[in-house]
């Protein structure tokens, strides 16, 4: 599987991953089906290095409002940093991972360049999504 992800939007994650650390930064990948069109900066409610939450009244609202786009647009996936780490799935992500058909976009900032990486989880196992333009 192959997933579309413009450079501009790669560069928006890694910012916001810049912004938020020595926290984990969290946000919503918008998009259709292997297409992310946008992402969207969401608070860490988390407020940890090492973990991250997105409020569940706020993603039901997104949910909400995303109907609502002409053409539609859904909620594709989420993102998340590792201030000090790598662009991979930690033991954590594997077992809180809820949403299957999800991708998981990581940013490692412990990489040298940072590394965003996308993934998809399912029961407890990561498989690597390739990225294009």
């Known amino acids: ?3 579309k992800m413009p450079p501009a939007v790669r560069r928006a994650i890694v910012a916001h991953a810049r912004r938020d650390r020595p926290n984990e930064c969290c946000g919503l990948l918008l998009g259709t089906s292997n297409v992310v069109q946008f992402a969207l900066p969401m608070a860490n409610d988390a407020a940890s290095a090492t973990r991250f ?6 993603h039901i609202e997104w949910r909400r409002l995303l ?11 989420v993102y998340h940093s590792h201030p000090r780490g790598a662009a ?11 949403y299957p058909d999800w991708l998981y976009a990581i940013v490692g900032l412990g990489e040298r360049p940072p590394a965003l990486r996308v993934f998809q989880i399912s029961r407890g196992r990561a498989r690597r999504v390739s990225l294009r333009v």
């Open 1 to 3: 599987m192959a997933v």
């Open 53 to 58: 939450r997105i409020d569940d009244a706020a």
């Open 67 to 77: 109907r609502s786009f002409a053409p539609p647009l859904s909620i594709v996936g």
């Open 88 to 98: 991979e799935p930690s033991p954590r992500d594997l077992a809180e991972a809820m």
